[in-house]
Protein backbone atom coordinates (compact mmCIF):
# COMPACT_ATOMS: atom_id res chain seq x y z
CA UNK A 1 0.00 0.00 0.00
CA UNK A 2 1.11 3.57 -1.03
CA UNK A 3 2.66 5.42 1.77
CA UNK A 4 -0.19 8.20 3.04
CA UNK A 5 0.96 11.76 3.73
CA UNK A 6 -0.65 14.20 5.69
CA UNK A 7 0.03 17.54 3.74
CA UNK A 8 -0.51 21.16 4.82
CA UNK A 9 0.20 24.36 2.69
CA UNK A 10 -0.50 22.50 0.07
CA UNK A 11 -2.70 25.54 -1.94
CA UNK A 12 0.32 27.64 -1.30
CA UNK A 13 3.03 28.19 -3.77
CA UNK A 14 5.28 25.78 -2.64
CA UNK A 15 2.32 23.17 -2.30
CA UNK A 16 1.66 23.54 -5.39
CA UNK A 17 4.89 22.46 -6.88
CA UNK A 18 5.37 19.95 -4.18
CA UNK A 19 1.79 17.95 -4.68
CA UNK A 20 1.98 17.03 -8.21
CA UNK A 21 5.53 15.77 -7.49
CA UNK A 22 4.78 13.53 -4.77
CA UNK A 23 1.21 12.01 -6.42
CA UNK A 24 3.60 11.36 -8.90
CA UNK A 25 6.05 9.31 -7.01
CA UNK A 26 2.98 7.30 -5.81
CA UNK A 27 2.21 8.47 -2.87
CA UNK A 28 -1.30 9.39 -1.16
CA UNK A 29 -2.07 12.52 0.20
CA UNK A 30 -4.43 13.83 3.01
CA UNK A 31 -3.93 17.97 2.50
CA UNK A 32 -5.23 20.06 5.02
CA UNK A 33 -7.37 23.07 3.67
CA UNK A 34 -8.27 26.29 5.16
CA UNK A 35 -12.81 26.28 4.43
CA UNK A 36 -11.98 29.61 3.20
CA UNK A 37 -9.14 28.65 0.77
CA UNK A 38 -11.87 26.64 -1.75
CA UNK A 39 -10.94 28.27 -4.65
CA UNK A 40 -7.50 28.10 -4.51
CA UNK A 41 -7.93 23.93 -4.43
CA UNK A 42 -8.39 23.03 -8.08
CA UNK A 43 -4.79 21.78 -8.65
CA UNK A 44 -5.22 19.91 -5.20
CA UNK A 45 -8.60 18.55 -6.20
CA UNK A 46 -7.25 17.67 -9.39
CA UNK A 47 -3.98 15.79 -8.04
CA UNK A 48 -6.84 12.63 -6.43
CA UNK A 49 -5.28 14.26 -2.70
CA UNK A 50 -8.09 13.89 -0.32
CA UNK A 51 -8.89 17.20 1.42
CA UNK A 52 -9.25 17.82 5.01
CA UNK A 53 -10.87 20.93 6.15
CA UNK A 54 -9.24 22.74 8.82
CA UNK A 55 -6.87 24.99 10.37
CA UNK A 56 -3.94 25.33 12.59
CA UNK A 57 -5.55 27.60 14.60
CA UNK A 58 -8.33 25.65 15.86
CA UNK A 59 -7.33 21.90 14.82
CA UNK A 60 -8.94 20.01 17.00
CA UNK A 61 -11.47 19.40 13.66
CA UNK A 62 -9.14 17.14 11.82
CA UNK A 63 -7.35 14.93 14.19
CA UNK A 64 -9.02 11.78 12.60
CA UNK A 65 -7.08 12.94 9.29
CA UNK A 66 -4.00 11.89 10.84
CA UNK A 67 -4.82 8.20 11.40
CA UNK A 68 -3.08 5.68 9.03
CA UNK A 69 -0.57 8.46 8.22
CA UNK A 70 3.11 7.59 8.87
CA UNK A 71 4.19 11.31 7.42
CA UNK A 72 3.21 14.57 7.98
CA UNK A 73 4.61 17.51 5.41
CA UNK A 74 4.17 20.78 7.02
CA UNK A 75 4.65 23.48 4.64
CA UNK A 76 1.58 26.29 5.97
CA UNK A 77 2.58 29.32 7.50
CA UNK A 78 2.30 33.15 7.19
CA UNK A 79 5.30 35.59 6.61
CA UNK A 80 3.46 38.27 7.33
CA UNK A 81 0.78 39.91 10.13
CA UNK A 82 1.05 41.02 13.59
CA UNK A 83 3.36 39.20 15.89
CA UNK A 84 0.32 37.85 17.83
CA UNK A 85 -1.22 36.20 14.50
CA UNK A 86 2.33 35.28 13.51
CA UNK A 87 3.01 33.61 16.81
CA UNK A 88 -0.54 31.39 17.22
CA UNK A 89 0.17 30.41 13.65
CA UNK A 90 3.17 29.37 13.12
CA UNK A 91 4.54 28.49 16.58
CA UNK A 92 1.58 27.61 17.95
CA UNK A 93 -0.38 25.80 15.07
CA UNK A 94 2.71 23.65 14.47
CA UNK A 95 2.82 22.43 18.07
CA UNK A 96 -0.66 21.50 17.77
CA UNK A 97 -0.10 19.58 14.46
CA UNK A 98 2.82 17.87 16.44
CA UNK A 99 0.60 16.79 19.40
CA UNK A 100 -2.05 15.78 17.37
CA UNK A 101 0.81 13.49 15.08
CA UNK A 102 2.00 12.01 18.11
CA UNK A 103 -1.75 11.21 19.09
CA UNK A 104 -1.80 9.14 15.92
CA UNK A 105 1.20 7.32 15.64
CA UNK A 106 3.05 9.44 12.80
CA UNK A 107 6.30 8.63 12.57
CA UNK A 108 8.13 11.43 10.40
CA UNK A 109 7.41 15.04 10.12
CA UNK A 110 8.98 17.64 8.01
CA UNK A 111 9.08 20.78 8.24
CA UNK A 112 9.78 24.04 5.77
CA UNK A 113 10.95 26.52 8.23
CA UNK A 114 13.29 29.51 7.09
CA UNK A 115 16.63 30.78 7.28
CA UNK A 116 17.11 33.08 9.47
CA UNK A 117 14.92 31.12 12.36
CA UNK A 118 16.09 32.29 15.35
CA UNK A 119 15.72 32.93 19.20
CA UNK A 120 14.90 36.69 18.78
CA UNK A 121 11.78 37.69 19.43
CA UNK A 122 12.70 41.09 17.54
CA UNK A 123 11.44 39.18 14.28
CA UNK A 124 7.99 37.87 15.29
CA UNK A 125 8.04 35.66 12.05
CA UNK A 126 11.56 34.29 12.36
CA UNK A 127 11.31 33.91 15.78
CA UNK A 128 7.57 31.89 15.46
CA UNK A 129 8.70 29.32 12.95
CA UNK A 130 12.46 29.41 15.78
CA UNK A 131 9.36 28.17 18.54
CA UNK A 132 8.08 26.05 15.81
CA UNK A 133 11.23 24.29 14.89
CA UNK A 134 11.69 23.74 19.01
CA UNK A 135 8.51 21.70 19.51
CA UNK A 136 9.59 19.46 17.02
CA UNK A 137 12.98 19.07 18.21
CA UNK A 138 11.56 17.83 21.81
CA UNK A 139 8.59 15.89 19.97
CA UNK A 140 10.02 12.71 19.99
CA UNK A 141 8.86 12.34 16.44
CA UNK A 142 11.61 11.91 12.87
CA UNK A 143 12.12 14.99 11.63
CA UNK A 144 13.39 17.21 8.79
CA UNK A 145 13.62 21.12 9.10
CA UNK A 146 14.32 22.83 6.15
CA UNK A 147 15.25 26.59 6.28
CA UNK A 148 15.14 27.55 2.50
CA UNK A 149 16.24 31.46 1.22
CA UNK A 150 13.69 33.08 -0.70
CA UNK A 151 11.92 30.32 -3.11
CA UNK A 152 11.41 31.79 -6.30
CA UNK A 153 9.54 30.16 -9.80
CA UNK A 154 6.20 31.36 -11.10
CA UNK A 155 3.96 33.02 -8.82
CA UNK A 156 6.43 33.71 -6.29
CA UNK A 157 5.33 36.86 -4.57
CA UNK A 158 9.28 37.74 -4.31
CA UNK A 159 10.68 38.01 -7.83
CA UNK A 160 6.94 38.20 -9.00
CA UNK A 161 6.41 41.61 -7.66
CA UNK A 162 9.59 42.88 -8.17
CA UNK A 163 8.27 41.70 -12.27
CA UNK A 164 5.31 43.51 -11.64
CA UNK A 165 7.38 46.55 -10.75
CA UNK A 166 9.48 46.21 -13.54
CA UNK A 167 6.40 46.12 -15.64
CA UNK A 168 4.19 48.76 -14.20
CA UNK A 169 6.26 51.48 -12.37
CA UNK A 170 8.70 54.20 -13.90
CA UNK A 171 11.43 53.69 -11.41
CA UNK A 172 12.24 50.70 -9.37
CA UNK A 173 12.33 51.53 -5.54
CA UNK A 174 14.03 48.94 -3.30
CA UNK A 175 15.36 49.55 0.81
CA UNK A 176 18.45 50.98 1.68
CA UNK A 177 19.46 47.39 2.34
CA UNK A 178 23.26 45.55 1.97
CA UNK A 179 21.25 41.89 2.83
CA UNK A 180 22.41 39.49 0.45
CA UNK A 181 20.41 36.55 -0.48
CA UNK A 182 20.69 32.95 -2.02
CA UNK A 183 17.41 32.42 -4.40
CA UNK A 184 16.81 28.80 -4.69
CA UNK A 185 14.24 27.75 -7.38
CA UNK A 186 11.20 26.07 -6.08
CA UNK A 187 11.88 23.01 -7.86
CA UNK A 188 15.24 22.25 -6.27
CA UNK A 189 13.13 22.80 -2.96
CA UNK A 190 10.82 19.84 -4.33
CA UNK A 191 13.76 17.70 -4.93
CA UNK A 192 15.03 18.04 -1.45
CA UNK A 193 12.13 17.70 0.34
CA UNK A 194 11.01 14.29 -2.03
CA UNK A 195 14.70 13.40 -0.64
CA UNK A 196 14.03 13.64 2.77
CA UNK A 197 11.19 10.98 2.60
CA UNK A 198 13.63 8.81 0.59
CA UNK A 199 17.35 9.48 2.22
CA UNK A 200 17.81 8.64 5.98
CA UNK A 201 21.14 10.85 5.99
CA UNK A 202 18.61 14.27 6.52
CA UNK A 203 16.68 13.10 9.31
CA UNK A 204 16.99 14.83 12.95
CA UNK A 205 18.48 17.87 11.27
CA UNK A 206 18.05 21.42 10.12
CA UNK A 207 19.46 21.92 7.15
CA UNK A 208 19.37 25.23 5.52
CA UNK A 209 19.15 26.01 1.71
CA UNK A 210 20.08 28.21 -0.68
CA UNK A 211 20.67 28.50 -4.66
CA UNK A 212 24.14 28.86 -5.61
CA UNK A 213 24.54 32.68 -5.82
CA UNK A 214 24.88 35.21 -3.84
CA UNK A 215 23.50 37.95 -4.27
CA UNK A 216 22.17 41.13 -3.35
CA UNK A 217 18.44 42.76 -4.08
CA UNK A 218 19.21 45.03 -6.38
CA UNK A 219 21.56 42.63 -8.07
CA UNK A 220 18.31 40.73 -8.72
CA UNK A 221 16.31 43.62 -9.87
CA UNK A 222 18.85 44.04 -12.57
CA UNK A 223 19.00 40.19 -13.53
CA UNK A 224 14.82 40.88 -13.53
CA UNK A 225 15.34 43.73 -15.88
CA UNK A 226 17.92 42.35 -18.52
CA UNK A 227 15.35 39.27 -18.62
CA UNK A 228 12.49 41.74 -19.00
CA UNK A 229 15.03 43.43 -21.76
CA UNK A 230 13.61 46.67 -19.68
CA UNK A 231 15.52 49.68 -18.26
CA UNK A 232 14.80 51.34 -15.38
CA UNK A 233 16.07 53.42 -13.08
CA UNK A 234 16.25 51.82 -9.21
CA UNK A 235 16.31 54.25 -6.17
CA UNK A 236 16.92 53.43 -2.76
CA UNK A 237 14.88 54.69 -0.50
CA UNK A 238 15.55 54.50 3.93
CA UNK A 239 13.67 52.76 5.94
CA UNK A 240 10.66 55.04 6.91
CA UNK A 241 10.15 56.79 3.57
CA UNK A 242 9.54 52.99 2.62
CA UNK A 243 7.33 52.56 5.06
CA UNK A 244 5.16 55.97 4.66
CA UNK A 245 5.13 54.84 0.75
CA UNK A 246 4.03 51.33 1.60
CA UNK A 247 1.27 52.47 4.13
CA UNK A 248 0.01 55.28 1.80
CA UNK A 249 -0.28 52.70 -1.46
CA UNK A 250 -2.16 50.14 1.63
CA UNK A 251 -4.43 53.13 2.39
CA UNK A 252 -5.03 53.92 -1.56
CA UNK A 253 -6.44 50.35 -1.89
CA UNK A 254 -3.53 49.53 -3.88
CA UNK A 255 -1.21 46.26 -4.48
CA UNK A 256 1.89 46.49 -2.39
CA UNK A 257 5.12 45.68 -4.73
CA UNK A 258 6.53 43.44 -1.87
CA UNK A 259 5.77 42.86 1.48
CA UNK A 260 7.17 46.03 4.29
CA UNK A 261 10.24 44.59 6.09
CA UNK A 262 10.46 41.81 3.87
CA UNK A 263 13.92 43.17 2.38
CA UNK A 264 15.06 44.99 5.47
CA UNK A 265 16.84 42.26 7.72
CA UNK A 266 19.83 41.01 7.81
CA UNK A 267 21.82 38.51 4.85
CA UNK A 268 19.22 35.80 3.94
CA UNK A 269 22.29 33.03 3.38
CA UNK A 270 22.64 29.32 3.51
CA UNK A 271 26.53 29.04 2.90
CA UNK A 272 28.42 27.84 -0.10
CA UNK A 273 27.44 24.34 -1.37
CA UNK A 274 24.54 23.90 0.89
CA UNK A 275 21.83 22.14 -1.71
CA UNK A 276 24.79 20.04 -2.79
CA UNK A 277 26.19 18.81 0.60
CA UNK A 278 22.78 18.25 2.17
CA UNK A 279 21.13 16.62 -1.07
CA UNK A 280 24.10 15.97 -3.95
CA UNK A 281 22.71 17.90 -6.56
CA UNK A 282 23.37 21.69 -7.51
CA UNK A 283 20.46 24.05 -7.32
CA UNK A 284 19.36 26.38 -10.74
CA UNK A 285 20.96 29.43 -11.09
CA UNK A 286 18.63 32.24 -10.72
CA UNK A 287 18.70 33.90 -14.57
CA UNK A 288 17.63 30.11 -15.49
CA UNK A 289 15.29 29.80 -12.65
CA UNK A 290 13.52 33.76 -14.10
CA UNK A 291 13.91 32.27 -17.55
CA UNK A 292 11.48 29.42 -17.26
CA UNK A 293 9.28 31.80 -14.93
CA UNK A 294 8.74 34.47 -18.20
CA UNK A 295 8.07 31.60 -20.73
CA UNK A 296 5.04 30.86 -17.63
CA UNK A 297 4.65 34.07 -17.31
CA UNK A 298 4.38 35.85 -20.34
CA UNK A 299 1.41 35.31 -21.14
CA UNK A 300 0.38 37.69 -18.34
CA UNK A 301 3.11 39.85 -18.14
CA UNK A 302 2.01 41.06 -21.83
CA UNK A 303 -1.49 40.39 -22.91
N1 LIG B 1 8.27 31.22 -0.34
C1 LIG B 1 9.45 31.49 0.20
O1 LIG B 1 10.26 32.26 -0.34
C2 LIG B 1 9.85 30.83 1.49
C3 LIG B 1 11.16 31.06 1.98
C4 LIG B 1 11.52 30.47 3.18
C5 LIG B 1 10.63 29.66 3.86
N2 LIG B 1 9.37 29.45 3.36
C6 LIG B 1 8.46 28.60 4.10
O2 LIG B 1 7.99 27.56 3.25
C7 LIG B 1 6.62 27.26 3.56
C8 LIG B 1 5.78 27.34 2.33
O3 LIG B 1 5.90 28.66 1.81
P1 LIG B 1 4.95 29.18 0.66
O4 LIG B 1 5.70 30.22 -0.08
O5 LIG B 1 4.34 28.04 -0.08
O6 LIG B 1 3.82 29.92 1.52
P2 LIG B 1 2.42 30.50 1.00
O7 LIG B 1 2.36 30.53 -0.49
O8 LIG B 1 2.18 31.76 1.74
O9 LIG B 1 1.37 29.41 1.47
C9 LIG B 1 1.04 29.29 2.81
C10 LIG B 1 0.14 28.09 2.99
O10 LIG B 1 -0.20 27.97 4.38
C11 LIG B 1 -1.62 27.84 4.50
N3 LIG B 1 -2.05 28.38 5.77
C12 LIG B 1 -1.81 29.62 6.28
N4 LIG B 1 -2.40 29.75 7.47
C13 LIG B 1 -3.02 28.57 7.74
C14 LIG B 1 -3.80 28.09 8.81
N5 LIG B 1 -4.09 28.85 9.88
N6 LIG B 1 -4.29 26.83 8.75
C15 LIG B 1 -4.02 26.03 7.68
N7 LIG B 1 -3.30 26.43 6.62
C16 LIG B 1 -2.80 27.69 6.64
C17 LIG B 1 -2.15 28.63 3.31
O11 LIG B 1 -3.50 28.24 3.07
P3 LIG B 1 -4.59 29.19 2.36
O12 LIG B 1 -4.64 28.76 0.92
O13 LIG B 1 -5.82 28.91 3.08
O14 LIG B 1 -4.12 30.61 2.54
C18 LIG B 1 -1.20 28.20 2.22
O15 LIG B 1 -1.53 26.92 1.73
C19 LIG B 1 6.21 28.23 4.66
O16 LIG B 1 6.39 27.59 5.89
C20 LIG B 1 7.20 29.36 4.53
O17 LIG B 1 7.41 30.01 5.76
C21 LIG B 1 8.97 30.02 2.19
New binding site residues.
Given amino acids: MAEMIFL?????????YLVPALIARGYRLRA???P??AS??KGLEESGAELIE????SPGGFAPALGGVRTVI??????EGGRRELL???WR?TARLVQLARAAGVERFI?????GAGPNPRFP?LYS?WLAEEELRKSGLSYVI???????GPG???TGSLMRMAQRWPVMILPESRARFQP?W?GD?VKCILQALEAEHLWSRAIALGGPEVLTLEEITRLILSELGLAKPIVHLPRRPLRFLFRSLRRAGLRLPYAEGHFIKGDNLAGPGAVEAACGFRPRALAEALKLELREERALWYP
Avoid: K, Q, W
Wanted: aromatic share 10%.
Fill in positions: TGGTGFLGRLVRSSNCGDLRHLAAIVETNGYTSSLYVFRPSILVDPFLVM
